[in-house]
């Protein structure tokens, strides 16, 4: 079973806009991570937050964790068209190697 | 692009059968996970390989089993396919687990249809 739920599921918005969505998890964790993935194809690895961590800058992306409320966000600013994809969180938890990722969510970015 | 490749990017199997598939992690990464994704899912946790070792396994049934070889590439295989193994298998390097995980570099996956 899946760890982690991603909200909304999926999400439509236009060129310029800033997009967010949120991960809700089950258990404490060693680290949170969001990651992208265009197509079905590969992941990529967009921003790790750590448990200590409230929020997280990278360039257009900001994460923030609430670990009170087993939750986190992240937001997609001034989004363009190639941030059309499917975003995933991602967590572990502490002791185990186990990753766990979230339902996604799809992002579409209108031009 | 990653450094981590994956072979093949498509196959097709009969149920029944059994597949092999591989991958090359990034250079410098000795641990490697694999994850089955279903049409319209998140990543499942299979299996992780660290220094050729199974370091933590998901809920899947003995028959998905792997390896990890010296220069850390891996292979996945699953015996007696049934339809629903039909999925994206991804394999993702990262460094050792040391003192927290960290992030993963994935391949671009496998799609297996078993029909």
């Known amino acids: 079973s899946q760890q982690g739920e991603e909200d909304p599921q999926a999400l439509s918005i236009q060129e310029g806009e800033n997009a967010t969505m949120n991960c809700s998890y089950k258990t404490s964790i060693n680290n949170l991570q969001w990651y992208r993935q265009n197509s079905g194809r590969g992941l990529v690895h967009l921003i790790l937050?750590?448990?200590?961590?409230r929020e997280k800058h990278s360039g257009r992306l900001r994460v923030t964790l609430d670990t009170s409320k087993k939750s986190s966000s992240l937001l997609i600013t001034a989004s363009r068209a190639a941030d059309t994809a499917s975003y995933f969180c991602?967590?572990?938890?502490?002791?185990?190697?186990?990753?766990?990722f979230g339902t996604g969510t799809r992002l579409k970015v209108l031009a | 692009e990653t450094g981590v490749t994956q072979s093949p990017t498509h196959l097709i199997k009969t149920r029944g059968q059994q597949v092999t598939l591989r991958c090359s992690s990034q250079?410098?990464?000795?641990?490697v996970s694999w994850y089955q994704q279903a049409l319209g899912q998140g990543p499942q946790f299979i299996f992780q390989?660290?220094?050729?070792?199974?370091?933590g396994r998901g809920n899947f049934p003995p028959r998905f089993s792997g390896l990890q070889f010296p220069n850390y590439s891996s292979e996945l295989n699953v015996n007696a396919l049934e339809l629903d193994d039909s999925a994206l298998y991804l394999c993702a390097s990262s460094l050792e687990p040391g003192q927290g995980p960290y992030e993963q570099y994935f391949g671009p996956g496998t799609r297996l249809t078993v029909t």
């Open positions: 390989y660290y220094r050729e070792e199974e370091n």
């Open positions: 250079s410098g990464h000795n641990t």
């Open positions: 937050i750590r448990s200590n961590e």
């Open positions: 991602a967590t572990v938890r502490p002791g185990t190697y186990k990753y766990i």
